[in-house]
C-alpha cells in the first residue's frame, strides 16, 4: 500500500515523501528523481502541478494494482480450495465429479502429498461441488 506522507516546497520545486514498494520506486525513479530517503520512504520531486498529479496518480494507481493483485489472489485460492488430488480410478469408483487425468510425476507425488506408490499411476483432480 502506498501513502503519501507529505508535500512541501522549497523555491520552484516541490517534494513528496511517499511510503512504497519497490515498483512504485522503479516507475518514478527516471521521471521525478525519486529515491529512498534514509527512513525508508521514496521522496519524489517535481516541477509544476502536472508533475504533481502524475506523482499522486502513481500513488493511486500502485495502490489499485496491489488491491487487483490481492483479490486476483483471494478468487483464485477460493476457487481451488475445495479440490483434491485422487486416483482415477477412485474417482470413478466412487463416481466422484473430478477433471482431467494425468500421470503422476515425482512432482505432482510432493506437491500433492501423495503415496510414493502413486508415481506412474492416472490421476486427477477430484471437486467436492
Known amino acids: ?9 522549497s523555491g520552484s520545486r516541490g ?10 520506486l522503479d516507475s518514478l525513479d527516471s521521471i521525478y528523481m525519486a529515491k529512498r530517503n534514509s527512513n525508508g520512504d521514496i ?7 502536472r508533475h504533481a498529479a502524475e506523482i499522486e496518480s502513481a500513488v493511486e494507481g500502485a495502490n489499485k494494482q496491489s488491491a ?4 486476483e489472489s483471494q478468487d483464485y485460492k477460493s476457487r481451488f480450495k475445495n479440490r483434491y ?6 474417482a470413478k469408483r466412487d463416481g466422484l465429479s473430478h477433471g482431467a487425468a494425468w ?9 500433492h502429498q501423495l503415496d510414493p506408490w502413486v508415481g506412474g499411476e492416472f490421476v486427477c483432480y477430484v471437486y467436492s461441488d
Open 1 to 9: 500500500m502506498a501513502t503519501i506522507i507529505s508535500k512541501h516546497k
Open 15 to 24: 517534494y513528496y515523501v511517499i511510503s512504497g514498494n519497490d515498483e512504485l
Open 43 to 49: 521522496e519524489a520531486s517535481f516541477n509544476n502541478k
Open 68 to 71: 487487483l493483485k490481492n483479490s
Open 85 to 90: 488430488v485422487e486416483l482415477l480410478t477412485v
Open 103 to 111: 500421470i503422476a510425476s515425482e512432482r505432482d507425488i510432493d506437491v
